[in-house]
T-cell receptor, first 112, second 108 residues
Framework: DADVTQTPRNRITKTGKRIMLECSQTKGHDRMYWYRQDPGLGLRLIYYSFDVKDINKGEISDGYSVSRQAQAKFSLSLESAIPNQTALYFC???????????FGQGTRLTVV | RKEVEQDPGPFNVPEGATVAFNCTYSNSASQSFFWYRQDCRKEPKLLMSVYSSGNEDGRFTAQLNRASQYISLLIRDSKLSDSATYLCVGRYGNDMRFGAGTRLTVKP
């Protein structure tokens, strides 16, 4: 089983719909992250959490929200999806800043 | 200007070739650097950390030049399995900033 699991793996949704992407990890790490990846732009940080109830905005948090329900779970929500949120989304965890990041397999989201 | 910039490539090389990628970073306060590998439609995975003195892992050598603010990755004796996108990553405080990646294709 993967150390970091994302669901769903693929999703097509309509503009204006609310959608949640879920992430769970078995590494036992406190730190969890959500990134999006767009062609030519690399991965950009959306939100991160260092512990349950700790939420921090990243580089591009507008239009997104997150919830850290437990140490192992970190979910990302798009309250009202728009087409420019079409991207590949990755969840990641790391033991501490500067150490190896372990990524989930990604969620390919298309907003039509 | 992006904080971490890479030549997007693509680099197309024959098996056995030596290939080098460079990456520049804009924030001199960046504390540590890494190279990640990403296969098509897959998640990034750590290839190697980059140390100030330079470091080697088998066919891979990473170097950091703080004065010129660039890091490099050298791959010797390229294998078909090295075909992937290589991401340069710099640590900035609590965040990691990723380059857009350099695409490498190794051909028979």
């Amino acid at each position: 089983d993967a150390d970091v699991t994302q669901t769903p793996r693929n999703r097509i949704t309509k503009t204006g719909k609310r959608i949640m992407l879920e992430c769970s990890q078995t590494k036992g790490h406190d730190r969890m992250y959500w990134y999006r990846q767009d062609p030519g732009l690399g991965l950009r940080l959306i939100y991160y959490s260092f512990d349950v109830k700790d939420i921090n905005k990243g580089e591009i948090s507008d239009g997104y929200s997150v919830s850290r329900q437990a140490q192992a779970k970190f979910s990302l929500s798009l309250e009202s999806a728009i087409p420019n949120q079409t991207a590949l989304y990755f969840c990641a965890t790391r033991e501490r800043v500067g150490t190896e990041a372990f990524f989930g397999q990604g969620t390919r989201l298309t907003v039509v | 200007r992006k904080e971490v910039e890479q030549d997007p490539g693509p680099f197309n090389v024959p098996e056995g070739a030596t290939v080098a990628f460079n990456c520049t970073y804009s924030n001199s306060a960046s504390q540590s650097f890494f190279w990640y590998r990403q296969d098509c439609r897959k998640e990034p995975k750590l290839l190697m950390s980059v140390y100030s003195s330079g470091n080697e892992d088998g066919r891979f050598t990473a170097q950091l030049n703080r004065a010129s603010q660039y890091i490099s990755l050298l791959i010797r004796d390229s294998k078909l399995s090295d075909s992937a996108t290589y991401l340069c990553v710099g640590r900035y405080g609590n965040d990691m900033r990723f380059g857009a990646g350099t695409r490498l294709t190794v051909k028979p």
